[in-house]
């Protein structure tokens, strides 16, 4: 009966002890395969995106790098995202779209896109505009292919707008990119001769504010000449 009992004792340390040392291998294994997320870098001037680019990435203890790569092609906010791993350390740069115009496309409704310098659509509203942000009317929405604007001149329209700054902005309440309008404060209306001559007087727009009374409507010829005109026309 003792010795039964002995026997029953050792079959389980022994199953035990496999099972334990079974354990401590697989663990030793899977320390030695496991990829850790050490460092993030996010390439962004908007300190909530990159809190949240970080604690996001962060939570994953053995990040799946594909899964992060489907990110960067279902979120247009991404524009870059570079991943290398260094000694089983997975390092991260995030480089994040910024957006620059809220856009009405000529026949789309009263559909707004928050869009990117580079003509990617960010965010979408139904019914109302985004605040903080001119207004880029009259673009064709056959420039638009899934969500990203493709026309050329539409891109390049938007690289230049992205590099006004702030004050000019303030300046600006909506933009006719079919008409060439600007609408700015004070109701002053200024017609365009072409985007490039407007862009290239952006100097002005504060000094042209400041002195014409409010409801002005005035046209921008060539080398930055200046035409009252009337509002009837």
């Not at 001037?45 to 053995?62: H, M």
């Not at 056959?142 to 590099?163: H, M, N, T, W």
């Not at 060439?180 to 727009?205: A, C, E, H, P």
């Amino acid at each position: 009966m003792l010795r039964e009992r002995v026997s029953e004792i050792l079959t389980f340390f022994l199953i035990f002890s496999f099972c334990l040392f079974f354990y401590i291998l697989v663990r030793i294994w899977d320390n030695a395969t496991r990829i850790i997320l050490t460092d993030v870098k996010v390439l962004t001037d908007d300190p909530t995106v990159e809190r949240f680019v970080k604690n996001s990435l962060l939570l994953w203890e053995k990040p799946v790098m594909r899964y992060l790569g489907e990110i960067k092609e279902l979120d247009t906010y991404l524009e870059k995202l570079d991943m290398r791993v260094e000694n089983r350390n997975l390092r991260i740069t995030v480089k994040v779209r910024k957006p620059i115009v809220c856009v009405q496309m000529r026949k789309d409704g009263n559909r707004y896109l928050l869009v990117s310098k580079d003509g990617y659509i960010l965010e979408m509203n139904e019914s109302a505009i985004f605040e903080g942000f001119p207004i880029l009317y009259g673009v064709d929405e056959r420039s638009k292919k899934d969500l990203r604007i493709v026309d050329p001149d539409v891109i390049e329209f938007l690289g230049r707008f992205s590099k006004l700054d702030a004050r000019t902005l303030d300046l600006l309440s909506s933009l006719d990119y079919e008409k060439m309008l600007v609408y700015m404060r004070k109701g002053i209306i200024m017609k365009v001769n072409n985007w490039s001559n407007f862009f290239d007087n952006v100097g002005m727009l504060e000094e042209i504010v400041r002195i014409l009374p409010r409801g002005t409507m005035i046209q921008l010829l060539s080398g930055g000449r200046l035409l009252l005109l009337s509002r009837e026309r």
